[in-house]
């Protein structure tokens, strides 16, 4: 067997969460057992809850780990929130050697410390460090460094349902050359920073500029990896839309102008298809589609429900048109970490206005009922209100 293929076996077969040892075979793994631990000498002032403004806040310390190609993973630190020190020629400056992930912890009613589904996030960032050349690292290990982090820095938590702490895992190509070459030198961190319900007074549904001029993501690109890279060339297009009073573009691919994502959450319509069927549909994880934890609980969810057809499938922005003019539209929605559901109300597309409903019961409010549906189960598991394999206890 070639080492190629050899390597992408046992690649496979870790499942992503295992390193794949691509620079020496003798590097070290990422070890939790070697945490060091140098406190701030003195704490921040916590912000009240109804002050927090997104990713503005951030807690005491922050989490870092070195990695170089000869030597593997250091020993992960828990030092005092700051500034970062780099050559200026590091990798990550020039050619954007970087991926990261979204995840937030909870406080329990108990004040017990939860994570949602946190292995998710561990192999992702695996599999988005593989593709821009980072090394990878033991996810279970990282968790608990995680972990040992959020006890130290649990008074930042808020005890509030709605409010959460976003981490904010960091992966960065640090060697300082200019060399278009797969970095020898990386810094792995976290910086976690307290949050706010994402909808303060009830939801508020957006307006999406379908975006027929630019592309954010393409078959066998990067589109489904969470790497800078794909997002500072979406803040252009994003900018054009603001300025015409929308909130997100919804992102389109070829020239049949198939549906892909909404900002950067996954998309998801309820409609009564072609076939006159209801049926929950969110595009196919083709490549260009960034796979995000909502997305798949959502999935779960709605197929566990059984009450509506669910699928993965390609959709087109013509036939959503139609069946918007038809009426067959329910309710369209983006999913993520950040928000869970951010409900639409409106879609402009070729210079036509199509307006999406929201609850027809309910006229004063800005969400469909399965929007609110899904928003309230995936909640509840979060807060650790309905018990579930998918709320992990931080221990
Ligand atoms: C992070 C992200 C999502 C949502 O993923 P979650 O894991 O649900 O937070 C969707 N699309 C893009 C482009 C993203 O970056």
């Keep these: 067997m070639s080492a190629t293929r050899l ?27 070697a945490l060091k631990i140098n406190k701030a000498d003195t704490l921040k002032p916590l912000v009240p809850n109804q002050d927090l403004v997104f990713g503005q806040t951030f807690t005491d310390h922050m989490v870092t780990i070195e990695w170089n190609a000869d030597k593997g993973w250091d020993a992960p630190e828990i030092i005092p929130h700051g500034k970062l020190c780099l050559d200026p020629s590091a990798t990550v400056f020039h050619y954007a050697a970087e991926c990261f992930e979204g995840m937030k912890a909870y406080k329990d009613k108990d004040g017990k410390i939860r994570l949602f589904r946190p292995d998710m996030n561990m192999a992702r ?23 040992e982090y959020l006890k130290l820095d649990q008074r930042w938590i808020p005890n509030e349902r709605g409010y959460s702490l976003y981490l904010r895992p960091t992966m960065i190509g640090t060697q300082p050359t200019l060399g278009v070459t797969a970095p020898n030198k990386a810094l792995l961190f976290v910086i976690g ?14 307006s999406l500029k379908a975006t027929t001029e630019y592309v954010r993501a393409w078959p066998r690109g990067t589109g489904d990896s969470k790497i800078g890279g794909n997002y500072a060339v979406g803040l252009l297009p994003q900018l054009l839309a603001a300025k015409k009073g929308f909130q997100q573009n919804l992102w389109l691919f070829g020239d049949d102008h198939q549906l892909t994502e909404v900002g950067a959450m996954n998309l998801f ?27 798949d609980s959502i999935l779960s969810l709605a197929r566990e429900w059984g009450e509506f057809k669910v699928s993965e499938r390609k959709l087109t922005m013509p036939e959503l048109r139609d069946a918007v003019k038809e009426n067959r539209v329910k309710e369209v929605f983006g999913a993520g970490t950040a928000c869970i559901v951010s409900p639409v109300k409106m879609i402009e597309y070729q ?3 199509l307006n999406i409903p929201l609850d027809p019961n309910d006229s004063t409010s800005q969400a469909g009922p399965i929007t609110k549906r899904i928003n309230k189960a995936i909640m509840d598991i979060q807060y650790g209100e309905v018990e579930h394999p998918w709320s992990v206890l931080v221990n």
Excluded at 9 to 33: C, D, I, V, Y
Excluded at 277 to 295: F, H, K, S
């Design 7 to 33: 390597l992408r076996q046992q690649w496979l077969a870790t499942k992503f969460t295992q390193p794949l040892k691509r620079w020496n075979s003798t590097a070290a793994g990422l070890q939790a057992s």
């Design 125 to 147: 960032m695996n599999r988005s460090a593989h593709r821009i050349a980072l090394p990878n690292f033991e996810g279970e290990e990282f968790l608990k460094v995680i972990s």
């Design 193 to 206: 920073s307290p949050v706010g319900p994402y909808y303060k007074t009830g939801f508020a549904a957006v």
């Design 269 to 295: 319509i309820l409609w009564k298809n072609a076939q006159g069927e209801t049926e929950l549909v969110t595009p196919p994880l083709d490549g260009a589609i960034l796979p995000g934890v909502t997305r």
């Design 351 to 353: 210079g036509e206005e």
